[in-house]
Structures are given as structure tokens and as C-alpha cells.
């Protein structure tokens, strides 16, 4: 995996992490869409994915689990806003299932997914509520974390071509 120059963030509130991932951008996009694969790499390590439920199109909800190693598990709930196949995938955590507003939304997430030369180029952006919320998620580690799990996405997608 190459890390590349980040997108410039278009506002206070977002957050953006690009690589170049060694894999074509249907199997990185699959590892986004396949529940089985999600939860091979999704949590950064020593973090797991036990749960990965996905209902990929627009207005579809997702459930995704995260487990630290004490056991404590972090739920995130979210609708599908856009669904672009092995092109771009948009969702959010301000609704739920149904179209059910979230208690407390934190952030709409756009990622895309480009051919460049066999590889992808992989950019996830981050658009958080408010510039609290990009701050937290700034001081959580998001640029180590989801790089972390970027190379993780990375490693399942070239072992299960």
C-alpha cells in the first residue's frame, strides 16, 4: 500500500485519508459490501469485527460491531445514502434503521474507489456534524486508525482475490 498526498479537506469539519491500494477497485470495494470480508479487517487491531450486518443499497441500514480485547463492544448503526458499484459508496450514522434519526449523529462517510494503473485509489472522507465531532474524531486516532485499517482492507483484498 502507497500513501499518497491527502485530498484537501473541503470544510472545518472533515476529515480525509487516501492510499493506493495493491488490488483492483472491485475487490476493495467488495471488502467494503461483503459482510464476511468487512469483518476481516474493519476494526484497527487488537480490535475485532464480530458483527457485520449489510443491506448495500440506498436506504439500506448496516449494523457493525466493534470489539475491543476487554470485550466492551461499540455499535455502529447507519444508512446507505449512495451506492455506486466498485465507484463510490456514501453512508451515514444519522439515521438508523428505516430512516429512524439517530440519537446522535457523528459523521456521513464518502468513499471512492479509482482505477489507477491495476491499483485503487482509496479515499475516505469523513464529514462530521460539528467541528467538536471532527476534533474527537481527530484526537481518537482517526488518521492512525483508519490508515491502520486501510492496510488491513489491503491485506484481505490481495489474499482473497
Known amino acids: ?22 488490488a483492483p ?10 459482510p464476511e470480508l468487512l469483518k476481516r479487517w474493519f476494526a484497527p487491531h487488537p480490535f475485532t469485527t464480530p458483527v457485520a450486518e449489510l443491506d448495500v443499497r440506498p436506504g439500506g441500514a448496516n449494523l457493525i460491531v466493534m470489539r475491543d480485547p476487554q470485550g466492551n463492544e461499540y455499535p455502529n448503526r447507519g444508512v446507505y445514502l449512495e451506492v455506486v458499484e466498485n465507484e463510490r459508496l456514501v453512508f451515514t450514522d444519522a439515521y438508523t434503521k428505516a430512516w429512524e434519526p439517530s440519537k446522535k449523529p457523528f459523521m456521513t ?14 479515499t475516505a472522507r469523513a464529514l462530521h ?26 491485506a484481505v483484498v490481495r489474499v482473497n482475490g
Open 129 to 154: 456534524w460539528t467541528v467538536a465531532d471532527r476534533e474527537a474524531h481527530e484526537q481518537m486516532g482517526f488518521h492512525e486508525g483508519w490508515g491502520q485499517c486501510a492496510a488491513q482492507l489491503e
Open 25 to 34: 477497485r472491485e475487490k476493495v470495494f467488495r471488502a467494503w459490501t461483503d
Open 1 to 22: 500500500m502507497t500513501t499518497t498526498p491527502e485530498a484537501a479537506p473541503t470544510s472545518d469539519r472533515e476529515l480525509v485519508l487516501t492510499r493506493i491500494i495493491d
Open 109 to 122: 462517510v464518502i468513499l471512492t474507489f479509482e482505477d489507477q494503473d491495476g491499483k485503487t485509489k482509496y
